[in-house]
């Protein structure tokens, strides 16, 4: 199997050090760089996963997740966000941009560890998880009305123009698109979508949806909302 590759962008050289160290020893090969702007200038879409440091002079890792998730070719990359800011709109604004995981300063290395394997396990297993909800008689276009989902090419369509969406909030429209009118669970969705190997809280879930409904305009309301159950599509 390929050595996972893994770039850590954080201006603390020290941390910048020990991450690498011991990301090292686990396996992965690590690049490093100490802001966003350096970062930017590598061949980013070599990497499997990007450890990303919130507070940085210049570009702020939020400024930067935000740049890669609107680029076709990097939209897909993991990103785990490291900072020192534990507050709740700042978690948000985070799963808002797309990440897969937050991490608050100080954290153990261990920890560290257990999160960026389960990224990377989650993320090497996305085709895998969405083939096992697809049976042979799929179409290969589930529509409604002018909203799209290819699911031999994996993307969204909305009124005939492509929207850029997340593996998570694909597999989530996916999965509501082909059986209309079934309610699912937030603990279903979680089961069906995330792997075992990642701790998803039931917000993760609810601000994927809302990203959904954003990105799907006319349609958002499609994605409907039956209180003290779950989410599910509504014709």
């Known amino acids: ?34 802001s966003a702007e350096q970062a930017l200038q590598k061949e980013l879409t070599a990497f499997d996963l990007i450890l990303l440091d919130v507070m940085m ?12 998730k609107e680029e076709p070719a990097t939209k897909d990359i993991p990103i785990i966000f490291l900072t020192a800011r534990d507050t709740e709109n700042d978690t948000i604004t985070g799963f808002k941009l797309g990440a897969d995981d937050y991490i608050s300063k100080p954290f153990s290395i261990r920890e560290m ?13 996305d085709e895998e998880t969405v083939a096992e909800t697809e049976t042979e008689d799929d179409a290969t276009m589930l529509t409604y009305e002018g909203l799209t989902v290819n699911t031999a090419e994996k993307s969204v369509s ?21 059986q209309p009118g079934r309610v699912f669970s937030r603990e279903e ?3 069906l979508v995330w792997s075992k190997d990642v701790y998803v809280l039931d917000r993760t879930v609810d601000v994927n949806i809302t990203r959904i409904r954003k990105k799907i305009g006319p349609y958002s309301k499609c994605i409907a909302t039956r209180l003290g159950f779950g989410y599910y599509f509504k014709k």
């Open 1 to 34: 199997m390929d050595r996972k590759r893994i770039l850590v962008v954080d201006d603390e050289e020290d941390l910048r050090e020990i991450l690498k160290f011991n990301l090292e020893t686990e396996g992965f090969e690590v690049e490093t760089a100490s």
């Open 113 to 125: 560890l257990l999160r960026v394997k389960a990224v990377i396990r989650r993320t090497a297993h």
């Open 158 to 178: 909305v009124d005939g123009e492509d929207v850029a969406f997340t593996k998570t909030e694909y597999e989530l429209l996916h999965l509501l698109l082909r």
């Open 57 to 68: 002079e210049g570009i702020s890792g939020f400024a930067m997740a935000k740049q890669l």
């Open 189 to 191: 969705l979680i089961n």
